[in-house]
């Protein structure tokens, strides 16, 4: 294992591409950097939608045509410059099969520059991927399992949407929604998981996210569940509702990932992919797993959302 031989002072740069899923399961690393520089700026290059769950001192969007030059060889412009001035660390999660984004990083910043596929590599869960690099670096892991802590005025949405529904606990949160159809159990066994949760008093919430429109047009134009059914209009009015549920049931999804790094007790439906890369982090998450979605029981989701809701006090929440 090679020793760090790289001053610890200036700032701390970071690049990370990816869906919702992907960024939580790099969380751990944003947190072993910080920790390996104390008192250091994290400037973060990435999807501008999930910047508040890394709280980074400064960020760019990913997107942004200013940065194509990281990539064409070509001068990066004056204006952002100062971005990646004073740099002893940068991390990037990039595919670089020829080494050419690694060799301009290395040109522009004075600092250790590590370049990392962030494509998962056998059957090693992401995070511990992810964090393969840094370990080999000599960097210390405080914590390979992702988190995140809201701060109190972000729990505010989710406050107002228990006074306003009136909600009790336990609450049951489900997302039927997925970033590909493959990976979704049918949503109208969503719909019966949460009929069957109402009918033994457990309160249910519907959510879907603000790109979710198919998804949202369903639940809402569904007069079965439509007051079921509750758009977040953010990353963080979604983490305040996460953080409060007694239980999240999901697919294999962004918000399950963010659930179990606040601490939810996630129930996650695995069909065609593998959760020994992509099952969220967290000592009570469970998943229930088949080769094909369609195979799984609302009986069998039911039997175990009963059996987590007491293997815990169904009425504490944040």
């Not at 109190?152 to 909600?167: D, K, S």
């Not at 797993?289 to 944040?318: N, Y």
Request: charged share 20%.
């Amino acid at each position: 294992m090679d020793d760090l031989k790289f001053s610890k002072s200036g700032n701390l740069l970071a690049k990370r591409s990816g869906a919702l899923g992907d960024f939580v399961l790099t969380l751990p690393a944003f947190a072993a950097l910080r920790q390996a520089f104390p008192g250091a700026r994290l400037h973060l290059i990435g999807d501008p939608r999930f910047f508040p769950l890394a709280r980074p001192d400064a960020a760019l969007d990913h997107d942004r045509a200013e940065l194509i030059p990281l990539y064409s060889g070509t001068p990066l412009p004056a204006a952002i410059r100062p971005f990646f001035a004073d740099c002893a660390f940068f991390l990037a999660y990039a595919v670089d099969p020829d080494g050419r984004l690694e060799h301009r990083l290395r040109r522009l910043v004075g600092g250790e520059v590590l370049v990392c596929d962030p494509r998962p590599a056998g059957d090693l869960h992401l995070t511990a991927h992810l964090l393969a690099p840094l370990r080999q670096r000599g960097l210390p892991i405080p914590d390979p399992v992702p988190r995140f802590n809201l701060l109190p005025a972000e729990r505010q949405y989710a406050r107002v949407c228990w006074q306003e529904r009136r909600l009790t606990p336990p609450l049951v949160l489900i997302h039927p929604g997925s970033g590909g159809r493959r990976k979704c159990w049918p949503l109208s066994r969503f719909l019966a998981l949460a009929r069957r949760c109402r009918q033994q008093g457990i309160e249910v919430l519907l959510i879907h996210g603000p790109v979710e429109a198919d998804l949202a047009a369903q639940l809402h134009g569904d007069p079965q569940c439509r007051d079921l059914a509750l758009g977040p209009p953010g990353l963080l009015e979604l983490a305040g509702l996460l953080e409060s549920a007694t239980l999240f049931v999901g697919n294999d999804s962004g918000p399950g990932h963010l659930a179990a790094a606040l601490g939810t007790p996630t129930l996650s439906l695995f069909g065609p992919t593998d959760p020994r890369i992509w099952k969220p982090l967290h000592p009570r998450a469970r998943i229930i797993q088949a080769g094909r979605l369609e195979s799984i029981s609302v009986e069998e989701v039911f039997g175990c959302v009963v059996e987590m809701l007491g293997s815990g006090d169904p009425t504490a929440r944040p």
